[in-house]
């Protein structure tokens, strides 16, 4: 059976399962089972490379004690065992350091739950999870493919697109900010750790050898506060040999900016933070008084000023109410061209992340330690005879040749222009400049497109409210469990 077959079959068996209700569950259900046989089998390749390996999971909980036998536990007694042993004691694993293998488990499970009340249903599931051998390089590269479309399906699932950004995005992201052997590259808003997966396999094309090789991984740094993105992200970046990925689960804003120091920079940053997102005064507090704002966008982009090294590098997609914004975002974007040269702005048309959200987005470039002189823009079009994205025709790395053919060759084109900097200060730090050759409609006047912008915003807000609402009746039905 192919593994999306076997996948089909597993949500299948989950919907006759009373506890199980709506996609979200399910996803949180099927993540921890895939993890802990993705881990079980990753153990088992380490056990044969190293004589003295030991396993941070207790014995009795190691997927192959317990899951393996097609025969084994099944009914209540699996149930109780789940809920009673497995989820309270990897919950709570002793003696692991932030870092190991035994701590990504922990962090893992910390806010998971086994919404399951069949055990007979659930040893079902756990038995096809059996077929796919994630140490054969066929099974895991389908299920790679697989999971590669499960992430990308959830950009229409509700407010869970918020975690995911288009593959071809995060690979142009990651080709043009060009991340080499030996640097750090860092996600601090991870998601499903889409900017990590594409650094580790545009890093892995520079190593030779298993020292190399090892350097890369410990070269991936990636933050994530939510608890099912975390899981996601962290199972990928194991299925892409990334032994003990390093994410966090943690909210990377809420560490005081005075607090970092030289040997937390890094010389990548490439990520999408949430837009529409909004944090507590706690957090801003974290942050220069001049530069607090509930906006969680704008708070990070102060986060990745701050994180990047002298000649670091970084990629970030911010919404067109950052370019227009004013007041907190102004000195923000005053102080992103003092200490940053802004060398180019790609502006992505609408529809990039239909269906989450309709608001148009743009990729900023820049590299820290020198002021801005001028802004190359670019503004992206869509594929010829399409005039919109859908979840059938999303966007492609494809369309980004005509990016990467003028980018170290750099010609005002119908597509490019540049602004000088005595510009940009003349507008009050206003980016949204209209491309000169474009024969399309003037842009809207910055009031009616900052009301439209809060209008969309105001819609991401109540799709998140609704899951917020959805999500704490789901932990109200786990913690009964």
Do not use: C, W
């Given at each position: 059976m192919s593994?999306?077959?076997?996948?089909?079959?597993?949500?299948?068996?989950?919907?006759?399962?009373?506890?199980?209700?709506?996609d979200a569950q399910r996803i949180a259900q099927l993540v921890w089972m895939i993890f802990l046989k993705i881990y079980a089998d990753k153990e088992t390749e380490l056990e044969m490379l190293q004589d003295d390996y030991q396993s941070p999971i207790p014995e009795g909980l190691r997927w192959e004690n317990w899951a393996s036998d097609a025969e084994g536990m099944t009914g209540d007694?699996?149930?109780?065992?789940?809920?009673?042993?497995?989820?309270?004691?990897?919950?709570?694993?002793?003696?692991?350091?932030?870092?190991?293998?035994?701590?990504?488990?922990?962090?893992?499970?910390?806010?998971?739950?086994?919404?399951?009340?069949?055990?007979?249903?659930?040893?079902?599931i756990i038995n096809k999870i059996n077929e796919i051998d994630f140490n054969s390089s066929e099974d895991r590269?389908?299920?790679?493919?697989?999971?590669?479309?499960?992430?990308?399906?959830?950009?229409?699932?509700?407010?869970?697109?918020?975690?995911?950004?288009?593959?071809?995005?995060?690979?142009?992201?990651?080709?043009?900010?060009?991340?080499?052997?030996?640097?750090?590259?860092?996600?601090?808003?991870?998601?499903?750790?889409?900017?990590?997966?594409?650094s580790i396999e545009h890093l892995m094309k520079q190593a030779n050898t298993a020292e190399?090789?090892?350097?890369?991984?410990?070269?991936?740094?990636?933050?994530?506060?939510?608890?099912?993105?975390?899981?996601?992200?962290?199972?990928?970046?194991?299925?892409?040999?990334?032994?003990?990925?390093?994410?966090?689960?943690?909210?990377?804003?809420?560490?005081?900016?005075?607090?970092?120091?030289?040997?937390?920079?890094?010389?990548?940053?490439?990520?999408?933070?949430?837009?529409?997102?909004?944090?507590?005064?706690?957090?801003?507090?974290?942050?220069?008084?001049?530069?607090?704002?509930?906006?969680?966008?704008?708070?990070?982009?102060?986060?990745?000023m701050t994180l990047l090294k002298e000649n670091g590098r970084g990629a970030v997609v911010l919404p067109d109410g950052f370019l227009f914004g004013e007041g907190v975002k102004t000195r923000i974007k005053k102080k992103l061209l003092e200490e940053c040269n802004l060398h180019t702005i790609v502006r992505l048309p609408n529809g990039v992340f239909s269906p989450y959200t309709g608001i148009r987005t743009n990729i900023l470039f820049f590299t820290k330690g020198e002021s801005t002189k001028e802004i190359w823009y670019f503004d992206h079009p869509y594929p010829s005879g399409q005039k919109s994205y859908s979840k059938t025709k999303p966007i492609r790395i494809e369309e980004f040749d005509l990016e990467k053919k003028w980018w170290d060759n750099r010609e005002e084109n119908q597509y490019a222009w540049k602004v000088t900097i005595e510009d940009i200060q003349s507008k009050d730090y206003n980016l949204d400049i209209k491309n000169p050759h474009s024969e399309d409609e003037e842009l809207l006047d910055p009031e009616e497109a900052l009301q439209n912008y809060l209008k969309s915003l105001e819609q991401v807000n109540q799709v998140k409210q609704t899951l917020i609402e959805e999500l704490s009746l789901i932990l109200k039905e786990g913690s009964k469990v």
């Open positions: 593994i999306s077959n076997i996948i089909k079959t597993i949500q299948d068996i989950m919907r006759q399962d009373v506890g199980v209700d709506g007694e699996l149930l109780e065992f789940v809920n009673n042993q497995l989820f309270p004691e990897l919950k709570e694993l002793s003696d692991v350091e932030p870092g190991t293998r035994g701590h990504i488990v922990k962090e893992v499970f910390r806010d998971s739950y086994n919404y399951m009340k069949s055990g007979t249903l659930m040893r079902q590269h389908l299920f790679n493919d697989f999971y590669e479309t499960f992430l990308k399906d959830l950009q229409s699932a509700g407010n869970a697109g918020e975690f995911y950004t288009p593959r071809a995005v995060t690979q142009f992201m990651i080709d043009m900010t060009n991340p080499r052997l030996g640097e750090k590259v860092l996600d601090p808003a991870t998601g499903t750790g889409g900017f990590l997966k594409s190399e090789r090892k350097l890369v991984q410990k070269s991936i740094l990636g933050t994530e506060k939510k608890q099912l993105p975390h899981v996601l992200a962290v199972t990928n970046l194991i299925l892409h040999d990334v032994d003990t990925p390093n994410i966090r689960h943690d909210n990377s804003l809420s560490r005081p900016i005075r607090d970092y120091s030289l040997k937390d920079k890094v010389d990548v940053i490439a990520t999408n933070p949430p837009f529409g997102g909004t944090e507590e005064d706690g957090i801003q507090a974290n942050f220069p008084t001049s530069f607090r704002t509930k906006e969680t966008a704008d708070l990070f982009m102060i986060l990745i």
